[in-house]
């Protein structure tokens, strides 16, 4: 169990696991990771400097950054003669650590990719750019289901495993009405909200992977907690009912 941090110690912003919250309502963690960010790479002595932390304090912070896998470290390479004793270690953001400054600008800059396409090309561009985007993964889906079978059924389930190792969080099952699949997370989500396409084209790659007309519920991207798709119950061989 860590011992509880007295003092001054406490004052210099590692009373928890992000220290304390200045001014500004950062804490030092935060403020480790900002200057990272601009440094792109510092020791810790550098660091203690520019945040008037004491080497213990600032170790302190970086020991626990490394363990959250938020930064790497590094023997820093000198030029020349090398004094006694070991190098200093160079501090990294790893891409865990950058989401600590703020979301990644990837949304945006997809959303503005996908209206200049709309502008100079039309709706079908986009189509068809949704449709280029997601036969990548169509291919991996349909390689990861060979031996499926036939049965609508057994292939949504398949599939589930196939989207769930693509980081869908998919699943399959047998209701009343049919089958149905259902992806608890989607990748882009806040891209699909303005360009229905995209989902769409997501669809039509679910109803060719398992072999009939599908139908969609309901999507993450339109405020639905899940990405929901229907398997009409006359697909579904009887034996899987």
């Known amino acids: 169990m860590t011992e509880p941090v007295a003092g001054p110690v406490v004052a210099a912003g590692i009373a928890g696991p992000g220290g304390v919250a200045g001014a500004d309502g950062r804490t ?18 550098q660091l203690g400097a ?17 363990a959250d896998g938020e930064v790497i470290a590094r023997d820093q390479v ?10 200093a270690k ?12 703020g979301t990644h600008t990837y949304d945006g800059m997809a959303t503005s990719a996908l209206r200049w396409i709309s502008r100079h090309g039309g709706p079908d561009a986009v189509g068809a750019f949704a449709a280029e985007q997601v036969s990548a993964l169509e ?21 589930a ?31 699909a909200a303005e360009f229905p396409q995209l ?18 519920l309901a999507t993450i991207a339109h405020g639905d907690g899940v990405c929901t798709t229907h398997i009409p119950a006359q697909s ?6």
Request: charged share 25%; with cysteine.
């Open 139 to 159: 291919a991996r889906c349909r390689a990861a289901m060979e031996g499926a079978g036939d049965d609508p059924l057994a292939r949504a389930e398949a599939l």
């Open 50 to 66: 520019e945040l008037g932390l004491g080497s213990a304090a600032i170790r302190r912070h970086l020991d626990a950054m490394l």
């Open 236 to 241: 579904i061989h009887p034996s899987s009912m």
């Open 90 to 101: 160079l501090f990294r953001l790893t891409d865990s650590g950058r989401r600590r400054c």
């Open 28 to 45: 030092t963690r935060d403020r480790v990771t900002q200057l990272l960010l601009e440094h792109g790479a510092a020791t810790a002595a």
């Open 78 to 87: 000198t030029r020349g003669q090398r004094g006694r004793g070991r190098p």
């Open 199 to 216: 989902c769409e084209a997501e669809t039509a790659v679910i109803s060719r992977l398992i072999g009939t007309h599908v139908q969609r």
């Open 161 to 191: 495993e196939a989207l769930t190792a693509e980081g869908y969080a998919a699943s399959a099952s047998t209701i009343a009405s049919g089958g149905q699949l259902c992806q608890h997370h989607c990748p882009v989500a806040h891209v």
